[in-house]
């Protein structure tokens, strides 16, 4: 989890742009705790620096900006370490999302390619947000008996009506055209103009740059099952959204149903009472706080060994979760994950501003 960070996260300028490449192109530029200092380090130089006027991430290699975080490592620390390298990981993983969201200058991320987990923490945060016809994003994080983090419940809490919770609850990609209707991007271009707008930006202001390579993107597949996800997902219970997807008739909300089904029961209802709750919290950093103490709580349960096990280590993709259904997981088991850390907690929330400055989005 501490390799070297120099040699994974490549940072150069080009003109008025300070450009940042994640580059562990074989493991899609999974994050490493290095690789968030070091990013973090990055935009700490830039900062101050007049000469760079805009920051730009990407991800090397032709498959996506970033799969998430280093679950391999998570897997190791929790089944045979006492997890203190994974909590200090997400401690500054989740200080650099939520510094990227109120970050100075514009930021712009290029979510060409696969987007999953913590790369939707150092992108969906930013300022500009870019999509292309390649991108897919998720967090598909209860498929491994883990909950949404990296500020995920935040973004999917806003999402129109319940697909936030449509997406979060199943772990569904999504493409440009939905990632925009959700919230989670902002501009859409092709991804053979990706190298015209980089060069653009060099030179050229923000806006003035997008406004010669945006394109509108095809249609997405949400905007249409938006009735059935907005009827079903409403529901108070993981049970009863399972039973109304079933009963709605669509074929699409019975195959989502079959989906819930396989996911972490514990991870599902978890899930479920953040999103609610972020709802209700609002800013981000007071949502990154309950992420930090859900995950902290995850780190120590059963299922998230064993779902990196299923889906990455063993790859049977037949995780045994514990308890099995959604029916053993009690209200207590559920409220545990949301107990305060005391002197562990995050912290971001007191005393924080999280208005957004002059690196807000360019819509």
Request: proline share 7%.
């Amino acid at each position: 989890m501490n390799g070297g960070g120099s040699d994974q996260v490549l940072a150069h300028t080009e003109g008025r742009t300070g450009r940042v490449v994640l580059n562990r192109p074989g493991a899609i530029n999974a994050l490493t705790h290095a690789m968030v200092r070091r990013l973090d380090a990055v935009l700490t130089v830039w900062e101050s620096d007049p000469a760079v006027e805009v920051v730009v991430l990407t991800g090397a290699g032709e498959r996506g900006l970033c799969a998430g975080g280093d679950i391999r490592a998570i897997h190791g620390d929790a089944r045979d370490g006492d997890g203190s390298a994974t909590a200090a990981f997400w401690r500054d993983e989740y200080r650099l999302n939520a510094r990227i969201a109120r970050y100075p200058k514009p930021y712009v991320a290029v979510m060409d390619g696969i987007v999953m987990g913590g790369g939707v923490g150092v992108s969906a945060h930013g300022g500009v947000r870019i999509v292309t016809e390649r991108s897919r994003v998720a967090m598909p994080e209860t498929g491994i008996g883990f909950v949404p983090d990296v500020g995920g419940t935040h973004l999917l809490a806003l999402a129109p009506g319940e697909l936030g919770t449509h997406l979060a609850l199943t772990g569904a990609a999504v493409g440009a055209a939905d990632a925009l209707l959700c919230g989670l991007a902002d501009h859409h271009v092709p991804s053979a103009s990706l190298g015209p707008l980089l060069d653009d930006l060099a030179g050229a202001p923000v806006p003035a740059a997008l406004a010669r390579h945006t394109q509108a993107p095809l249609p997405g597949v949400l905007a249409r099952r938006r009735p059935w996800i907005d009827a079903c997902y409403a529901a108070d219970t993981v049970e009863e959204i399972v039973r109304r997807l079933r009963a709605h008739g669509d074929p699409e909300a019975g195959a989502a149903a079959e989906t819930l089904l396989t996911r972490s029961p514990t991870a599902l209802k978890v899930t479920l009472a953040a999103l609610r709750r972020a709802r209700r919290l609002g800013s981000l950093e007071p949502v990154l706080d309950q992420e930090y103490r859900v995950s902290l709580a995850a780190l120590a349960m059963p299922d998230l060994i064993e779902g990196i096990r299923a889906q990455v280590i063993d790859k049977d993709r037949t995780p045994r979760w514990s308890p099995s259904t959604l029916e053993e997981v009690a209200e207590a088991d559920v409220e545990r994950f949301f107990r305060p850390l005391g002197p562990r907690e995050l912290g971001l929330a007191p005393g924080t501003d999280t208005a957004p400055r002059n690196g807000a989005r360019t819509g």
